[in-house]
């Protein structure tokens, strides 16, 4: 074959992961599942989608300092080509600071107040740009992370293409706090994107599909409400990041002329071979076409075509004019239209609306309940239910309040809040965290003594504070000694995190609290959050999943979403199991992993090395680190057929 026979050789680069994951910081509280979330992740990606081992680099609790996430982002920026995929994964703290109007990922030697020891997102939209690869997402699963989009950009429903060059940033809420999940789980954001990149089946998964199926389904499950947009200030370009099966192949590249070097794109097609035909026969004398009459019959066509363009522009026109959809032209006094086919109805807002979503922008509103006319135009990020007479809404990454009139019911605009109860609610603007009345009022002296709560009275008339003992999730019970109502304060600073308003409090249980409002029971989450809105006449703490509940003299068992199940007995525990590492003589390896959130460790002594493990999870493969004198390294193996030290600690 020939040099000119040769096929067309196209480089279509490899696909990069960088994973980070932090639950051990040094000075800042500890995080029970972000470890946990990039170990899943790093496995699910490298084991079924376009990404290997030898292209993924994972920094884990003290490997995750601010110099190795730098050093890191330096090296893609070396390494990378216009061809590569990167993917970026953070998990971990995040914060945002007003008075900078900047976000910050927190690394693990990261200091309260001290934004020196912060890795900035003007830092990370630096480097991210200083990196040519061809696609880029980046994915952080931290509080404030929406801060990082500097601007509103929603992505239009309309076909995105592999072969686009694009920069995504996927966060799993807005620029507010979210949830960690209970200890030994996922959290909310990554329990959902398992979720469905486990049981995805096609070839090809596009980010905008998958990343609608998680906000549909955070936002469902819990008060955070994640967001995926192109990056900004980046070299966006339109296209779609696509995460591929094992095999498939990635779509060719349109690459910029700029980034390409000659020696990626090796394209030699085949020389093409024009058949030879016979010249047209030329006019006879005296037979010339005559150059009026043509000019005549070109005009002649064109105006009759554009006859028929108006004739169709017409008949288009008198169509939708008589047509039965009506558009949507909603106003802020009131005066809404009927609902539009784009609007799609979500719950009821109270008696007489409906919080409703234009399916186009993604944007949320109120219509009237009676006749489905908008009557609030959909403009907010989030909107909820009336409570008390007001709805929490989120318009530009700000919580505000309005009333059913759809004004605005005060001024006050917020980081994170709650829904009004008895006329109060929590609400936040960075780190600072206090209560307010319906007029928006901060209350919070009112209703939590000024300085930390030491079981006794502290002269303050209004309120006395008296700790009765620890309820889980770093929180402790305490009591108001004047009205003998229960609420909840944080272990370390002893603030009030949910303010005394119970008949009775209980510890939590599996991530889920137990309490009396009012006469009745209800459940609670850590942050005060109602999983479901369900009431009980009486009821146990959960047990293995379930919690057992009477209405009316009907006692049944619930799920942790409020769901009615069978109260079996639960299934006695799993019998332990031995895996062994083969140390091969070697003294002073530490051997750690992970299995279902529950942490494993041990240090070599020249013996083999026996782990104790439930049986039933010895087909789970495992992410296994190997560190010695700050030598690293880690293997992934299957539990069953048990660890072997690598050759280069030997």
């Not at 982002?73 to 080509?81: N, Q, R």
């Not at 028929?308 to 009506?326: D, E, G, M, T």
């Not at 086919?341 to 944007?363: G, W």
């Not at 759809?406 to 709650?418: E, L, M, P, R, V």
Request: with cysteine; proline share 6%.
């Amino acid at each position: 074959m020939s040099s000119g026979d040769q096929p067309a050789k196209l480089n279509v680069g490899k696909a990069y992961l960088f994973a980070i994951g932090i639950d051990e910081y040094r000075f800042c509280n500890k995080l029970y599942n972000a470890v946990k979330d990039v170990e899943e992740i790093d496995h699910i990606l490298t084991t079924k989608y376009q990404f290997e081992e030898s292209t993924t680099s994972v920094l884990l609790n003290d490997g995750a300092t601010r110099s190795d996430i730098y050093r890191k982002f330096d090296e893609y920026a070396k390494i990378l080509t216009p061809l590569d995929t990167l993917l970026i994964y953070f998990s971990g703290h995040g914060i945002y600071l007003k008075e900078l109007d900047e976000g910050f990922w927190i690394p693990v030697e990261g200091r309260e107040n001290d934004t020196s020891s912060y890795i900035s997102n003007s830092d990370i939209g630096k480097r991210i740009r200083a990196i040519k690869a061809f696609h880029i997402l980046v994915i952080s699963d931290s509080c404030f992370s929406g801060s990082l989009f500097n601007t509103r950009n929603p992505f239009p429903p309309s076909q995105r293409l592999e072969s686009i060059q694009s920069r995504w940033l996927f966060t799993s809420g807005r620029n507010t706090l979210v949830s960690d999940g209970q200890p030994g789980k996922n959290s909310p954001f990554a329990d959902h994107l398992l979720y469905h990149l486990k049981n995805n089946q096609r070839d090809r998964f596009p980010l905008t599909e998958l990343s609608r199926l998680i906000i549909d389904g955070v936002g469902s499950d819990s008060e955070q409400l994640p967001r995926c947009e192109p990056l900004p200030e980046t070299s966006h370009r339109g296209g779609e990041f696509i995460f591929r099966l094992k095999g498939v192949m990635q779509a060719t590249p349109i690459v910029e002329d700029q980034f390409v070097k000659p020696e990626e794109v090796v394209i030699k097609p085949k020389p093409v071979v024009i058949p030879q035909s016979e010249p047209k026969s030329k006019p006879k004398p005296g037979h010339e076409p005559n150059s009026d009459i043509s000019l005549f019959k070109r005009k002649a066509f064109w105006i009759g075509v554009s006859i028929v363009a108006v004739a169709i522009l017409i008949i288009i026109a008198i169509i939708q004019l008589n047509s039965p959809i009506k558009s949507e032209t909603t106003t802020e006094n009131g005066s809404g239209q009927h609902l539009s086919l784009p609007i799609k109805v979500i719950s009821p807002a109270n008696a007489d609306l409906l919080i409703v979503q234009d399916t186009n922008t993604r944007l949320f509103g109120y219509a009237w309940l009676k006749d489905t006319n908008v009557f609030i135009s959909c403009k907010y990020n989030e909107a909820y239910a009336f409570k008390d007479g007001l709805a929490r809404v989120n318009l530009k990454d700000k919580y505000l309040f309005i009333r059913s009139d759809s004004t605005a019911a005060f001024s006050g605009k917020y980081d994170y809040a709650q829904d009004f109860e008895n006329g109060l609610t929590k609400v936040a603007n960075g780190r600072d965290t206090f209560f307010i009345n319906g007029d928006g009022v901060n209350v919070t002296t009112d209703i939590i003594p000024p300085s930390p709560i030491d079981g006794s009275s502290n002269g303050d008339t209004h309120t006395s504070i008296q700790i009765l003992g620890p309820a889980g999730e770093r929180l402790q019970i305490v009591k108001n000694t004047n009205n003998h109502l229960y609420g909840y304060a944080s272990v370390n600073d002893n603030g009030l995190i949910m303010f005394c308003k119970y008949q009775e409090a209980h510890p939590f249980f599996e991530g889920l609290a137990r309490v009396k409002l009012k006469g009745k029971y209800r459940f609670i989450r850590p942050d005060g959050s109602y999983p479901f809105n369900s009431e009980y006449d009486d009821a146990t703490d959960f047990s293995n999943g379930k919690a057992k509940v009477t209405i009316s003299a009907e006692t049944f068992c619930i799920n942790k979403k409020g769901e009615r199940i069978e109260c079996s007995s639960p299934p006695p525990p799993p019998d332990s199991c031995i895996v062994s590492c083969d140390t091969k003589g070697v003294i002073g390896v530490e051997v750690s992993f992970s299995l279902n959130g529950q942490p494993y460790k041990a240090k070599s002594t020249g013996d083999e090395l026996d782990f104790k493990v439930p049986c039933n999870l010895l087909e789970e493969t495992v992410r296994v680190t190997f560190k010695k004198n700050g030598n690293s390294d880690w293997t992934n193996f299957k539990l069953k057929e048990g660890f072997v030290i690598p050759e280069n600690f030997k």
